[in-house]
């Protein structure tokens, strides 16, 4: 059923002046609350608690996948058996200790950002944690790292779970390479792919700039999943907006 004008308005205000304390697409505040006190928190590692809290007091904190999502993504890694992943898009590693934690003591997360500085912030508490180990963090741009192990055939179809969460002007870019590392079966999360609810906003909506700017990008990037016929897809509204592509082919 298509907004009314009123509504409409609303919902571009929203995007446009929305409070950014939490990225949540669920319009009423003490609902997404409930879900986290209920659900998550309670089960929340002391380790993610903690990162979780120092990172919330960073200028950019905006960046820091949610905890419900982080709840997601260990869930997801328990399920399909997971042991050989790959992050794209670190910053303190709210995702990346999820994962961390919900791997086998042998697993492991290749980790690429282009900046360590954001990543050693989150370390100490990831070394608490007893998880390290599991790491290989690389920092640079990806896309060239990406290229590299793509340049080995070995590499190829190895990866059980890859979680997308970078530049979102390279994401199709990112697909294109990371379709080819993850193996049959296996899983890519794309994260941010309803973008501040800006998908279905009028393109003259008032919109903070970097929403304003990735917006397109991140709309390409949803009419390319839905057309690739290499995967399965799923949409989700956590956080805002996670899309899991299962590869079949």
Not at 149 to 166: Q, R, S, Y
Not at 192 to 206: E, Q, R, Y
């Amino acid at each position: 059923m298509a907004a009314n004008n009123g509504e409409e308005q609303q919902q571009n205000q929203l995007i446009g002046h929305q409070d950014l304390a939490h990225k949540s697409l669920l319009q009423s505040d003490a609902l997404y609350q409930y879900i986290l006190e209920t659900s998550v928190f309670p089960r929340e590692h002391e380790s993610l608690k903690e990162l979780r809290e120092m990172t919330e007091k960073h200028p950019r904190n905006l960046m820091a996948t949610p905890p419900d999502e982080g709840q997601l993504l260990r869930m997801l890694i328990k399920l399909i058996n997971a042991k050989n992943t790959m992050e794209i898009g670190v910053y303190t590693g709210y995702s990346l200790l999820s994962t961390a934690l919900a791997l086998p003591e042998d697993g492991k997360i290749l980790a690429l950002d282009v900046n360590r500085e954001y990543y050693e912030l989150g370390l100490p508490i990831i070394e608490k944690a007893g998880v390290a180990h599991k790491i290989d963090f690389r920092e640079g741009p990806a896309l060239p790292l990406l290229d590299e192990l793509l340049e080995d055939e070995n590499n190829k179809g190895t990866f059980d779970f890859i979680f997308v969460d970078a530049d979102k002007d390279n994401y199709i870019n990112y697909h294109k390479r990371v379709i080819e590392l993850v193996k049959v079966g296996g899983l890519i999360g794309f994260d941010n792919t309803l973008w501040f609810g800006s998908m279905v906003a009028a393109p003259d909506a008032p919109m903070m700039d970097f929403v304003k700017h990735y917006r397109g990008y991140v709309i390409e990037l949803n009419k390319y999943l839905a057309h690739d016929s290499r995967i399965e897809i799923c949409q989700l509204p956590v956080g805002d907006g996670i899309t899991l592509c299962r590869r079949i082919i």
